[in-house]
């Protein structure tokens, strides 16, 4: 089952998102969007992994050597 969100985008915006459909960037404008949503959540988990790494460079990770170690 598909959600249908309805989003209002100024003129100019909405003439560059056609364009990249019309390029044939993107088959449609649902799938230009679905790409933007995809970039953003890549976007999200890759500053969640960068900031685990400066906290385990900081001496506040552990080293779990065994599924156990996580309790």
Avoid: C
């Avoid at 985008?9 to 019309?22: D, G, I, N, S, T």
């Amino acid at each position: 089952m598909r959600n249908v969100i309805n989003i209002s985008l100024p003129a100019e915006m909405a003439k560059a998102v056609r364009q990249e459909v019309k390029r044939g960037r993107y088959a449609t404008t649902s799938e230009f969007f679905r790409h933007l949503l995809r970039m953003w959540n890549n976007h999200q988990v890759a500053e969640i992994v960068a900031k685990s790494e400066a906290e385990f460079a900081a001496g506040k990770g552990k080293l779990l050597k065994t599924l156990r170690d996580l309790r």
